[in-house]
Antibody, heavy 118, light 104 residues
Framework: EVQLVESGGGLVQPGGSLRLSCAASGFSFSSSWMTWVRQAPGKGLEWMVNINPDGSEKYYVASVKGRFTISRDNAKNSLYLQMNSLRAEDTAVYYC???????????WGQGTMVTVSP | EFVLMQSPGTLSLSPGEKATLSCRASQSVTNNYFAWYQQKPGQAPRLLIYAVSTRATGIPDRFSGSGSGTDFTLTISRLEPEDFAVYHCQFRGTFGGGTKVEIK
């Protein structure tokens, strides 16, 4: 079964850090571009960062550049998002997704909630 | 800054009716990297349409996409009960704010 499963969300204080993980199965993870997309409560989707199959190319949205770091371990079929210097406005559900041609995401995880609050 | 504006914010229709959702880009889109997603409460988005008008795998043919330049449209020819959801448009790294299709 094609699947992405995120984990690692939770409650963190402003200025804190959190590391999200995304476990992939059922497709060729090592050949896939991957993406993190987030959605603040009651809001729309926000693309955050892409990573190419071998991890050598990473593209970040301006609002997280320098604070968030995407990485992957193809041997473990896993994607990661290290989030530092968290702010209240980073509160959202974070989704990992497979990024394919035409710049779209065709496989999505169920999401993991991150809450940044004192 | 490139922005996608979706309208209306909410569309109230009955099952069996036709739904027409609009997405307007702040600048002309010069390639066909335009997509639509469906999202139900508590669920992840699901890819419906990519490359403006190509249905993703398993998407029924009552869903269709069209448009060019700055104006794009998602049409649901006859609403089924499972179609009531929020719909998001996307061009590359930018998403629209969403249109909620609710039962009238």
């Amino acid at each position: 079964e094609v699947q992405l499963v995120e984990s690692g969300g939770g409650l963190v204080q402003p200025g804190g850090s959190l590391r999200l993980s995304c476990a992939a199965s059922g497709f060729s993870f090592s050949s896939s571009w991957m993406t993190w997309v987030r959605q603040a409560p009651g809001k729309g989707l926000e693309w955050m960062v892409n990573i190419n199959p071998d991890g050598s190319e990473k593209y970040y949205v301006a609002s997280v550049k320098g604070r968030f770091t995407i990485s992957r371990d193809n041997a473990k079929n896993s994607l990661y998002l290290q989030m530092n210097s968290l702010r209240a406005e980073d509160t959202a559900v974070y989704y990992c997704a497979r990024h394919i041609g035409y710049e779209v995401c065709d496989i999505w995880g169920q999401g993991t909630m991150v809450t940044v609050s004192p | 800054e490139f922005v996608l504006m979706q309208s209306p914010g909410t569309l109230s229709l009955s099952p069996g009716e036709k739904a027409t959702l609009s997405c307007r880009a702040s600048q002309s889109v010069t390639n066909n990297y335009f997509a639509w997603y469906q999202q139900k409460p508590g669920q992840a988005p699901r890819l419906l349409i990519y490359a403006v008008s190509t249905r993703a795998t398993g998407i029924p043919d009552r869903f269709s996409g069209s448009g060019s330049g700055t104006d794009f449209t998602l049409t649901i020819s006859r609403l089924e009960p499972e179609d009531f959801a929020v719909y998001h448009c996307q061009f590359r790294g930018t998403f629209g704010g969403g249109t909620k299709v609710e039962i009238k």
